[in-house]
């Protein structure tokens, strides 16, 4: 089952100018040794903090500005990843003024998920291929037993990142890497990575005046609260493609996984998202939370964003499963265009 998504995701293979090479978005077509040890540490080391995090908190407590810290810095970079590199980028759900594409860009990358061209380029592909083979991360890989999908919500999990192969950037964003800002964005991504893991640091020791304020900044506002973005995004990969409800009708296994929304922000709307893949927002039921959304709103009212694809009562009806379980005549979910 091939879920196809709108022009963007099955971007036009173009070869872009030596010096808009794929290279030059940091990371070519094939993973090397060095890259997989780095971001095994950007898994592991996060993760660690983040089970540490329980009794330290038990123990010692954690502080209004720590927790401060970590909830602004995990939804900066959780909207920077829904909003900038998924609606925007990836699926181009509205036109941003160069001023917020580029705070966008930036905060997305500061959610340390990769550079901003490989992450669009993964998503575009696995949209292309959606549970089907050639998607990069589905849980379905390895079959339909107990074994194999526990096997395949690894791989959708974690494991798929540390895959050899990369998708080809070049083919599925081109129109980033002709983008010298975005290009260049997703070039200093290691720059914007320091940046993410340092302000919670910075900020903590300056309020407190201590080092003791800046490592529980750190410890908190940085590792801790990486690693629970990190799962939270993973898990839209795995856990949204193997359980939860299909109201909608789509050419993979997306499901929507209501106790995630809160925590993705809207992105757990997965059903939607996959039948309608343009749509603004993910949550179109009037007790979905999908902030993603509302945020995008606040930036059309602003002025900032504009051309917003706002998902109208009869395009939402006419993806719909009808209650025999089959899609209403005629009104099977269109291929964005």
């Not at 998708?167 to 800002?181: E, F, N, R, S, V």
């Not at 003791?212 to 750190?218: C, E, L, P, S, V």
């Not at 051309?307 to 719909?320: G, L, N, T």
Request: aromatic share 12%; hydrophobic share 45%; proline share 6%.
């Amino acid at each position: 089952m091939t879920s196809r998504s709108d022009v963007l995701d099955e971007a036009p293979n173009q070869s872009p100018s030596d010096d808009t090479a794929p290279s030059a978005t940091l990371g070519g077509e094939r993973k090397r040794s060095v890259e997989q040890i780095t971001l095994l540490l950007f898994i592991v080391v996060p993760f660690l903090a983040l089970v540490a995090a329980v009794p330290l908190a038990w123990g010692w407590g954690v502080s209004w500005l720590d927790l401060g810290l970590l909830v602004f810095f995990y939804f900066l970079g959780c909207h920077g990843i829904t909003i900038g590199f998924h609606r925007h980028f990836t699926h181009g759900s509205f036109k941003a003024k160069r001023p917020l594409k580029i705070a966008l860009a930036v905060a997305g990358s500061m959610a340390v998920e990769g550079p901003l061209v490989r992450w669009v380029a993964d998503h575009r592909k696995h949209h292309k291929f959606s549970d089907a083979e050639g998607d990069p991360h589905s849980p379905w890989r390895y079959g339909e037993t107990i074994p194999a999908l526990i096997k395949g919500l690894w791989w959708a999990h974690i494991g798929w990142m540390f895959d050899e192969e990369q998708t080809p950037q070049d083919k599925y964003a081109p129109d980033l890497i002709k983008d010298p800002a975005m290009r260049a964005i997703s070039r200093q991504f290691v720059l914007w990575t320091a940046v993410s893991l340092g302000l919670p640091a910075l900020i903590g020791g300056l309020a407190t005046m201590s080092w003791w304020g800046a490592f529980t900044g750190f410890f908190w506002g940085s590792l801790v609260r990486v690693a629970l973005l990190h799962h939270v995004t993973w898990s839209i990969n795995s856990i949204c493609h193997a359980v939860g409800k299909r109201p909608f009708k789509s050419r993979d296994r997306s499901g929507n996984v209501w106790w995630l929304a809160v925590l993705s922000c809207g992105e757990s709307w997965h059903n939607l998202h996959h039948a309608d893949p343009t749509s603004a927002r993910h949550g179109v039921e009037r007790w979905q939370v999908d902030s993603s959304a509302r945020l995008i709103r606040w930036f059309e009212q602003l002025g900032w964003a504009y051309d917003v694809r706002w998902p109208s009562r009869s395009r939402i009806d006419s993806r719909r499963v009808a209650p025999d379980g089959a899609a209403p005549r005629g009104k099977e979910p269109a291929e964005a265009a």
